[in-house]
């Protein structure tokens, strides 16, 4: 009877570790379950949160259809966004590289498409962005972003007389280059600054949607 008592003593101790361990790792998953949901909504409904896409991953698609677009004026606008990109991530190095390749493109823009007016204003936002792009290619990050500003004023020229094959995302920082503000292109709603990089990164709003 003692050896019964003794089994069901210890069937019992096993029962009960058991169990807490059990309910620790229900309470952890909870936990972090509730912390997930809780970075979800830190900034209000999930659908208005600024998602991190700096791996790219998510820009891939968008990336190719920029490619793949509407002639030279789509590879003009990829390598623009992965400048953009460099900037945000405070890559220098990158970003001159970047600006040089940019400076290329758009080089290579052909313009022969278009009507003789649209050509000759063409013509002039072409040699104004390469100038923009050839500086960055050539400065330290400060600098690049002034040049960036001026850049982008380009580009959002450029767009609207060759447009777009996908939505693009018109974005503004009220507080660059001493509350004067700047201006930039980006193929997400997501606010992610060009201007500050991780300083201020989701300092800004969209302006509006160019289709």
Same mark, same amino acid.
């Given at each position: 009877?003692?050896?019964?008592?003794?089994?069901?003593?210890?069937?019992?101790?096993?029962?009960?570790?058991?169990?807490?361990?059990?309910? $620790? %790792?229900?309470?952890? @998953?909870?936990?972090?379950?509730? #912390? !997930?949901? /809780? *970075?979800?909504?830190?900034?209000?409904?999930?659908?208005?949160?600024?998602?991190?896409?700096?791996?790219?991953?998510?820009?891939?698609?968008?990336?190719?259809?920029?490619?793949?677009?509407?002639?030279?004026?789509?590879?003009?606008?990829?390598?623009?966004?992965?400048?953009?990109?460099?900037?945000?991530?405070?890559?220098?190095?990158?970003?001159?590289?970047?600006?040089?390749?940019?400076?290329?493109?758009?080089?290579?823009?052909?313009?022969?498409?278009?009507?003789?007016?649209?050509?000759?204003?063409? $013509? %002039?936002?072409?040699? @104004?962005?390469?100038?923009?792009? #050839? !500086?960055? /290619? *050539?400065?330290?990050?400060?600098?690049?972003?002034?040049?960036?500003?001026?850049?982008?004023?380009?580009?959002?020229?450029?767009?609207?007389?060759?447009?777009?094959?996908?939505?693009?995302?018109?974005?503004?920082?009220?507080?660059?280059?001493?509350?004067?503000?700047?201006?930039?292109?980006?193929?997400?709603?997501?606010?992610?600054?060009?201007?500050?990089?991780?300083?201020?990164?989701?300092?800004?709003?969209?302006?509006?949607?160019?289709?």
């Amino acid at each position: 009877m003692s050896k019964l008592k003794l089994v069901f003593g210890v069937v019992a101790i096993a029962f009960v570790a058991l169990t807490a361990v059990s309910c $620790k %790792d229900a309470k952890t @998953d909870k936990n972090d379950s509730t #912390e !997930h949901h /809780s *970075e979800m909504n830190a900034d209000g409904d999930h659908s208005k949160m600024n998602h991190d896409n700096s791996d790219g991953h998510h820009d891939g698609d968008k990336k190719e259809m920029a490619m793949n677009g509407n002639g030279t004026s789509q590879v003009v606008l990829n390598d623009y966004f992965n400048l953009k990109d460099a900037l945000v991530a405070d890559d220098n190095a990158k970003a001159k590289n970047l600006g040089g390749t940019l400076a290329k493109s758009l080089k290579a823009f052909d313009t022969s498409k278009y009507s003789d007016d649209k050509q000759s204003e063409l $013509k %002039d936002i072409i040699e @104004d962005a390469t100038e923009h792009a #050839e !500086h960055i /290619s *050539e400065s330290d990050i400060a600098h690049q972003r002034e040049h960036f500003k001026v850049l982008s004023k380009d580009m959002v020229d450029m767009v609207e007389i060759t447009g777009t094959s996908m939505t693009i995302y018109q974005q503004y920082c009220p507080m660059y280059d001493n509350n004067k503000g700047g201006a930039w292109l980006s193929m997400n709603k997501e606010i992610r600054n060009p201007y500050f990089g991780d300083k201020m990164l989701k300092c800004g709003k969209v302006q509006r949607e160019i289709n």
